[in-house]
């Protein structure tokens, strides 16, 4: 079993930054992808960005120039630096990993249980 702790979020006003953690615990071997993910009320969850281990990184395009995903594999954690936030950028933002237990084994999808970001106009 694997544990996603996300960390970080609060209330920042229009144009501020946050920088937002989740850190994986447990049976890991590898983590071969994570991802950020938010949910506003009454909608439902949207990606924000994705990073593949060894592949590559991708955004929404609402996040795109003022969002930033990176990883520290060592601490099994993912970041997501976020700057010039906006209003419509309130959500729960949920991190998630795809996570291999052991060696040549199948994979698994985790989620963290979420983080409030507020902007405030």
């Known amino acids: 079993q694997v544990q996603l702790v996300e960390s970080g979020g609060g209330l920042v006003q229009a144009g501020g930054s946050l920088r937002l953690s989740c850190a994986a615990s447990?049976?890991?071997?590898?983590?071969?992808?994570w991802g950020w993910y938010r949910q506003a009320p009454g909608k439902q969850r949207e990606l924000v960005a994705t990073?593949?281990?060894?592949?590559?990184?991708n955004y929404a395009d609402s996040a795109k120039g003022r969002f930033t995903i990176s990883t520290d594999n060592a601490r099994n954690t993912v970041y997501l630096e976020m700057n010039s936030l906006k209003p419509e950028d309130t959500a729960v933002y949920y991190c998630?990993?795809?996570?291999?237990?052991?060696?040549?084994?199948?994979?698994?999808?985790?989620w963290g249980v979420g983080t409030q970001v507020t902007v405030s106009s």
């Open positions: 990073f593949t281990t060894g592949t590559s990184t």
């Open positions: 998630n990993a795809v996570v291999s237990p052991s060696l040549g084994g199948p994979s698994y999808v985790y």
């Open positions: 447990g049976s890991i071997f590898r983590i071969n992808a």
